[in-house]
């Protein structure tokens, strides 16, 4: 569907809906009546202690986490921390605010007690008191915990939509749990009012994200059709029992693969002639128009008026945080809310047009939206608006006084309170946020004709402009560095690209590349793909000692004049290099997984870092080492500070990183001024030979850099003893780096320095305010991912007593999802290890480990043809029975029961580079970086996929000597520094002392 990320302002532009004089005088109306009413419980709650204020945080982390916490202690310290980092000074003067502000008999007894300071009570006190008013706060937007007592409580109402709400399914077993709820739901519907017609009789809402354990675009032809029975037996049980069936609108991502599944079931003809099934439209997305013209298309085809309800959209933050973090071209959503109000208006008259194919449901709180719905809408028949349960009862009241024959269905979620903390967060947000219409409607000061504008007007003052605070993903860095362009493959054209560019694939032929010449006398090797061992990748020709030679002798000469260059023309390289390869980002992509086994996923987002190294140090020798430094000291003195190249570098890279690491190294050291001399991984020359390439065509002499793969037994002796030698950069097993160490520590000459990066034993520890099916998604990433060939991929998972057997089942039922085979099919998670030897040392050590009495648990091995290791899960009793580090995709789980007990013995293990904490407790996240002594620390995610300059990545002891990639101090390792003092006087005089103005003031 076209518009995905279309441009902002163009498309509204384009855009435009009838205005009737009217609609102002409504919506103040029912601003005005509404605000006379005594708002609820919530919105009152809400409005006294704002989301912007740290008390409005609290209430929301409390919401979040404490009904999951199992055990009273980790509750009593979570409520500690997150009253102790809140300011409680003026409850004394808001709780009475409150009290006068609701009538609830429970809020007047609360603010008693609370009167004092909450961290005066006692912890059991505090905890019993907090619980109630989490249950109730989440009462307020759930219905009930079953769906009996939810159809009790909805009696009040005439029509109701009921959604049996969860988290989206990580299992196979949780997903088959909801789509029993979902059943059930419906049995116990049909009992309802059973003579009135399907407009007037419960429905059901369902998430598609339930209702499989791998909805994503990834899995898409394996979703369709596991999906699409299901939610058929679903559509049809409403059918036979009169009830309707929405499906809800989730992230935008997903949109595709939810309207192919719902055409399928569309098309079942049983429905035809059907008015009950119906769609979620999301206005803040580009696409609804779109959307809306496609379900008219399926109506028709199908011989049903499907039910279309039009909503602004639920996961606003989540679509702007996905573009910018994967530097997409653009956002799905709009940037301001002006604007999802002006397409949900113009959305809403495309619907009231088509009335004969669709039956419109307006789901909004906003008093504007719907006084301009009802006035665009010549009748208000065959139609509906619909609330949340929770929100805009009283406002709905307002509205049906004063449009007696508009009809309101409430969307009532159901289900146990700790199972809805997503939904509750998410309604929480929803009111407490500032640009919310509910949020301002129950704030007084926010005058009344802030809230009935119309928002084109609005809009078409600013010229549609997008809002300056969301900068597209590409400026997301500033004017001075530009953000990798990204590709999104739930984008069917930009994946199609790619497919186009594996099938065109094109053999590589590499050679050593020394002055600019291509060498071909040494042995020639042949590089096959990981995954299809038969196919040819390309081939390589091994450097011979004496090209080594050549190579050095040629970067030596050549460093001196290239390190005088001015600093722009060494950083104008590095920038047109990344800019080349965003150009061929296709062929990048192919290379990269044809050669290392890549995912597409991981591909692209290598070849994203290779360029964001290129522009990042371009910027940062650019803005902070291109001039010399005149420092302070006495009269009579110029001081100047200037840093220089060190000669020749020696940079050696991994094959896990092939194109990235390899290109971060080299790039770092030529725009500090050195030479360099660039040995790739044995496994993977292909990707350097062309990176190297590129960097010659965007200028960098064929002298300054030369490109020599070679046998790792050759290089030592050559290499580390050459007396041009500047420094070493080395990325790879610690024991090497150690290797690495004596060598040069043998040399004769200058002392050079070693950047090392080397591996870890990475760990992830979960306490129990975890909120464990994130924590399940982030352990799968961190360990299996790029099948654990990530220096930073996680080794070792810890999790409490209580938590051990409740999350060890659910991962391994994660596992059990993970798809492991051929890397070019998008739904692959799990590629190939790198060779066949990676291959047998993992699969000796799962069977070492199994012959010990470990508990293992593997996933079956792949039928095809390659170096396949299955992603494996060993529960270890103690560290120490950790081995060395397991370069792939193998994860140990140790059960604790002491906190800091755990984090000291990782401490112990020696390494240092990547650790996660899963934790609710804001003590536990501030002193982290004390506690563990590791160079990346993760909170409350997966610990890969550092970005750079933002994540600068690295470790310390074991792993590494730092400084950091991608960070603030990497540059300077690559040069050496410089102080010329001059003494001014001896030229005459210092001329600027004495010509300073005896008029000068402080
Ligand atoms: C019956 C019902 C069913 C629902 N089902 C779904 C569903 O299936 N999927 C789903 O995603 N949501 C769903 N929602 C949630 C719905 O998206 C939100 O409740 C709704 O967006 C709030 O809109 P409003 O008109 O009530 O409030 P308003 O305050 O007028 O609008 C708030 C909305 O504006 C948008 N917005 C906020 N800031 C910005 C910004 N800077 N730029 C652009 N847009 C912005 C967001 O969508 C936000 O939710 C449903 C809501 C109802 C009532």
Redesign the pocket.
């Known amino acids: 569907m076209k518009n995905y990320r279309a441009d902002e302002t163009r498309y509204l532009e384009g855009l435009t809906y009838h205005k009737n004089q009217k609609v102002e005088a409504d919506a103040r109306h029912i601003i005005e009546n509404t605000r006379k009413k005594t708002p609820s419980f919530v919105s009152s709650l809400l409005h006294t202690f704002p989301l912007s204020t740290q008390q409005g945080k609290a209430l929301m982390y409390l919401s979040e986490a404490l009904l999951r916490i199992p055990d009273n202690e980790t509750a009593n310290l979570f409520l500690k921390d997150t009253f102790q980092a809140t300011d409680w000074e003026d409850l004394k003067h808001k709780l009475p605010d409150l009290k006068r502000k609701t009538s609830l008999f429970a809020v007047k007894t609360f603010s008693q007690v609370l009167q004092r300071s909450p961290l005066s009570l006692t912890d059991t006190a505090l905890q019993k008191i907090v619980k109630i008013g989490t249950k109730f706060v989440a009462r307020n937007f759930i219905l009930g915990e079953t769906i009996d007592k939810a159809i009790q409580r909805s009696s009040r109402w005439k029509n109701t939509?009921y959604d049996m709400l969860g988290e989206a399914a990580l299992t196979e077993g949780e997903a088959e749990a909801y789509f029993q709820r979902y059943k059930q739901a419906i049995f116990a519907l049909e009992k309802t009012q059973s003579s009135l017609n399907l407009q007037e009789r419960p429905g059901i809402?369902v998430k598609l994200s339930a209702l499989h354990p791998r909805y994503t675009y990834l899995h898409r032809d394996r979703v369709v059709q596991e999906l699409t029975p299901r939610l058929d037996e679903l559509v049809s049980l409403c059918h036979q029992k009169g009830l309707s069936l929405t499906v809800?609108?989730?992230e935008a991502d997903t949109l595709d693969l939810s309207l192919e599944i719902i055409e399928k079931v569309a098309r079942n003809p049983a429905f035809k002639g059907w008015d009950g099934l119906g769609l979620?439209v999301?206005a803040?997305q580009k696409r609804a128009q779109g959307l809306i013209d496609w379900a008219h298309n399926m109506a028709l085809v199908t011989h049903q008026r499907l039910q279309i309800?039009l909503?602004?959209?639920?996961?606003?933050d989540t679509e702007i945080k996905r573009a910018q973090e994967l530097g997409l071209d653009g956002y799905p959503?709009?940037?301001?809310?002006m604007?999802?109000?002006m397409n949900y208006l113009a959305c809403a008259e495309k619907l009231l047009g088509l009335r004969t194919t669709l039956y419109p449901m307006f789901?909004?709180?906003?008093a504007h939206?719907i006084a301009a719905i009802v006035h665009m809408a010549d009748d208000l028949k065959d139609l509906e608006f619909?609330?949340?349960h929770g929100m805009?009862e009283l406002l709905y009241e307002v509205v049906k006084e004063k449009y007696p024959t508009l009809s309101c269905r409430v969307?009532a979620p159901v289900g146990p309170h700790k199972e809805l903390l997503p939904y509750l967060v998410r309604r929480i947000l929803?009111n407490g946020a500032n640009?919310?219409?509910?949020n301002k409607i129950v704030d007084d000061n926010t005058p009344v004709e802030d809230l009935i504008k119309d928002p084109q007007s609005r809009a078409r003052k600013l010229n549609y402009r997008p809002?300056p605070k969301i900068p597209l993903p590409k400026d997301l860095y500033g004017s001075g560095r530009k953000n990798a362009y990204g590709l999104d493959l739930s984008d069917d054209s930009q994946r199609l690209r790619l497919e186009k560019a594996l099938k065109n694939f094109h053999p590589v032929e590499a050679f050593p590349i020394v002055q600019g010449k291509r060498l071909s006398d040494g042995e020639k090797i042949t590089i096959r793909s990981p995954f299809q061992p038969m196919s040819r990748v390309g081939t390589c020709f091994w450097a011979q000692k004496e090209h080594i030679h050549a190579a050095f002798e040629s970067a030596t000469s050549a460093q001196t004049a290239w390190a005088k260059d001015p600093m722009h023309v060494r950083a104008a390289c590095l920038q047109k290099a990344a800019d080349d390869i965003e150009e061929k980002y296709d062929e990048w992509v192919a290379l990269c997984m044809k050669e290392a086994g890549k995912t597409m996923g991981d591909a692209i987002a290598e070849i994203r870092e290779a360029i964001d190294f290129c522009r990042y140090y371009a910027h940062e020798a650019l803005s902070k080492f291109s001039d010399p430094r005149r420092l302070p000291g006495p009269a009579g003195e110029d001081n100047i500070y200037t840093l220089h190249g060190r000669g020749v570098f020696v940079c050696i890279s991994p094959w896990n990183f092939p194109m990235a690491i390899f290109m971060g190294q080299v790039v770092a050291a030529l725009v500090a001024g050195n030479a360099v001399l660039a040995k790739p991984a044995g496994p993977t020359p292909l990707i350097a030979y062309r990176v190297v390439e590129t960097l010659h065509q965007a200028g960098v002499p064929q002298d300054v850099l030369h490109f020599i793969p070679c046998q790792p037994q050759d290089i030592g002796p050559l290499l580390f003893h050459h007396p041009s030698l500047g420094g070493v950069a080395f990325t790879g097993s610690t024991s090497t780096a150690k290797e690495v160490t004596r060598q040069l520590a043998e040399r004769e000459g200058a002392i050079v320095p070693l950047i090392a990066e080397t591996g870890g034993q990475n760990a992830m520890v979960l306490d129990t305010s975890a909120h464990i099916e994130l924590a399940v998604k982030d352990v799968l990433a961190s360990a299996f991912q790029s099948a654990g060939q990530r220096c930073s991929a996680l080794r070792l998972v810890c999790v409490p007593d209580s938590l051990y057997e409740v999350f060890t089942e659910r991962l391994r039922g994660a596992m059990d999802q993970l798809q492991v085979g051929d890397p070019c099919q998008i739904s692959t998670d799990v590629g190939p290890v790198i060779h066949a030897a990676a291959k047998a040392g993992l699969s000796a050590y799962v069977e070492k480990m199994k012959n010990k009495g470990l508990a293992v648990y593997t996933l079956p091995a792949p039928s095809e043809e390659g170096t396949f290791v299955p992603p494996t899960l060993i529960e270890i009793d103690h560290m120490k029975q950790l081995e060395g580090e397991m370069f792939g995709p193998i994860l140990h789980v140790l059960r604790y029961s002491n906190y800091q007990d755990v984090l000291d013995q990782i401490n112990g293990l020696g390494f240092g580079l990547t650790f996660g904490l899963q934790s609710r407790i804001q003590k536990r996240m501030n002193s982290l970086s004390n506690d563990i002594h590791v160079g990346n620390i993760y909170v409350n995610r997966n610990i890969v996929g550092a970005v750079v300059g933002v994540q600068p990545f690295g470790g310390q002891g074991l792993s590494g000597t730092g400084p950091k990639a991608g960070g603030p101090y990497y540059l300077t390792r690559f040069m050496t520094e410089r102080v010329t003092s001059i003494n001014i006087l001896a030229q005459g005089g210092d001329v600027a002392l004495l010509s300073i103005n005896d008029e000068d003031r402080d």
């Open positions: 939509s809402s809800d609108a989730e979620a999301q803040y309800r909503v602004k959209g639920a996961y606003w959503v709009f940037t301001r809310k604007h999802t109000d789901a909004t709180h906003n939206s619909q609330r949340l805009g969307y929803e640009s919310s219409f509910m809002h």
